[in-house]
Nanobody
């Protein structure tokens, strides 16, 4: 059984920092791109940041210079370091991974989501 387990969300004051983690486990042969998305009530889920297996990254304009995505391929884990947080960063953050399973099947998976609240 394959799953993505997120951690690191919480309540932080404006200007503060949080680090999200997402670990993939199960019958995984390899992982292609991994990414973080976020969603607020009534809005579509949007891409925050993504990273390829080779380490190339891209970011939403709204988080450039404040957020950093990274991954540890040995641990099948992706991270999102969030600095200078703003109230508008408040959302549920979801991890996504493009996986090649042990049987050779390619499939995308989502984590369960972790709440990030930026408020004084």
């Amino acid at each position: 059984q394959v799953q993505l387990v997120e951690s690191g969300g919480g309540l932080v004051q404006p200007g503060g920092s949080l680090r999200l983690s997402c670990a993939a486990s199960g019958s995984i042969r390899s992982i292609n791109a991994m990414g973080w998305y976020r969603q607020t009530p009534g809005k579509q889920r949007e891409l925050v940041a993504a990273i390829t297996s080779g380490g190339s990254t891209n970011y939403a304009d709204s988080v450039k210079g404040r957020f950093t995505i990274s991954r540890d391929n040995a641990k099948n884990t992706v991270y999102l370091q969030m600095n200078s947080l703003k109230p508008e960063d408040t959302a549920v953050y979801y991890c996504n991974a493009d996986l090649i399973l042990s049987l050779g099947v390619r499939r995308g998976y989502w984590g369960q989501g972790t709440q990030v609240t930026v408020s004084s």
